[in-house]
């Protein structure tokens, strides 16, 4: 029997402390309520792993996201990771990935989380300019990321994502430049370049509308995603994804199931999960979270179950954000479905999606408008 690839999300939902542009799901990190949601977070796992999961179905990726999963002592995440283990079938070379701030850990830290399996760091870096990182209200000096990046290495991970954001009040051409140059120096496998987008209800939305803040400027964002092209694809990094390169070989494996529409599980708060053409996700509030999980009931909720169309939906929507795009019959066949065919033709006659006769797949110019292409397919 084969399996669809399956992978693992743990949300952990604590920061220090809530950075201007974020809209996740967190909770400012308190020593008691990590100790008390880890003992529901192991609850879940026990649940989850009876209810959902078929036995020794392999999992191909685990992934420790957040908030800032780094908050936590080491000696949590490896308990965690032991309690999967314990519970899931780990495929032999499962991803297993850990998003840290750069000024949380050390490399004894990160030698435990090696030592105990996790095998890719992920540093939301942001910026390489501590200006930058003032002005986004976000902790931490370019310094610590540096020398994250040399315990890391002391540590044994030779697989490290850099997370970093263009577009911030402030930025201009030269010094996101000169921040992708400075990324490149520390030699990471993988990059991740994110436009900013203002979020509702942000200390950033409210600097922006009390013209404390410049807001956007969409042109300049294009000339940055531009640059990072040029740039990254210059010093050897594949684009995969719209905001996603890499070195040949270490695109990130759970990610890919977001974008292959493949099937995962989402523990935590606020977590999502997609298994057997249903999407359900956890409540997100950590306090009816524990409440639920204390009383021996999984914090699901918005379960909603997809039709064959739904599916094929979200394979087209997500695959094109992929650079090898999807399978041209997949597009053609969404479109008819749901009277997309007029919307279509006029991106291809446009040149923003472009086909070679077996896959569609969004042009240069179409990879710049990529959300609005998304919304008009929906
Ligand atoms: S560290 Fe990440 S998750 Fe935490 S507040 Fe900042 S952006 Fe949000």
């Given amino acids: 029997m084969t399996h669809r690839p399956l992978g693992l999300y743990i949300h952990i939902p604590f920061c220090r402390q809530r950075c201007d542009f974020c809209a996740f799901y967190l909770e400012i990190h308190h020593e008691n309520r990590a100790e008390t949601f880890i003992r529901s977070l192991m609850h879940e796992i026990g649940l989850s792993a009876q209810q959902h999961v078929t036995p020794n179905r392999p999992i191909q990726s685990v992934y420790f996201g957040g908030g800032t999963p780094t908050v936590l002592a080491a000696t949590q995440l490896t308990s965690i990771l032991s309690e999967i283990r314990t519970r899931f079938n780990l495929a032999f070379n499962c991803e297993v990935t850990v998003e840290a701030h750069p000024s949380t850990i050390s490399e004894e830290y990160l030698l435990r989380l090696r030592q105990s399996g996790v095998t890719r760091m992920s540093f939301g870096v942001e910026s390489m300019e501590d200006g930058d990182l003032v002005r986004i209200g976000r902790p931490g000096a370019v310094t610590e990321t540096v020398a994250a990046l040399t315990q890391a290495r002391a540590a044994g991970f030779t697989n490290i994502n850099l997370d970093l954001m263009y577009g911030l009040p402030g930025q201009n ?156 019959h997949q597009l053609h066949l969404h479109a008819t479905n749901y009277g997309h065919a007029a919307v279509t033709a006029r991106l291809l006659a446009q040149r923003l999606i472009e086909e070679d006769g077996e896959r569609s797949r969004l042009s240069a110019r179409g990879i710049l408008q990529a959300d609005t292409i998304a919304e008009q397919l929906y």
């Fill in 173 to 328: 051409l030269e010094s996101w430049k000169q921040t992708l140059a400075r990324s490149l120096e520390l030699a990471p496998t993988h990059l991740s370049a994110y436009a900013l987008t203002v979020e509702q209800n942000t200390r950033l939305a409210t600097n922006i509308q009390s013209q404390r803040s410049p807001g956007p400027d969409e042109g300049l964002q294009i000339e940055m995603d531009e640059a990072a092209q040029r740039i990254l694809s210059a010093a050897g990094y594949e684009r995969y994804e719209v905001s996603n390169y890499a070195k040949p070989g270490y695109a990130c494996r759970h990610n890919l199931l977001y974008w292959t529409n493949g099937e995962y599980l989402g523990w935590g708060p606020s977590a999502q999960s997609y298994l057997g053409g249903t999407r359900f996700g956890n409540v997100a509030d950590l306090a009816t979270y524990d409440t639920s999980l204390a009383a021996n009931r999984l914090p699901n909720e918005d379960r909603t179950r997809l039709s064959d169309k739904e599916q094929l939906r979200d394979a087209v929507i997500f695959g094109l954000r992929l650079i090898r795009g999807i399978p041209s």
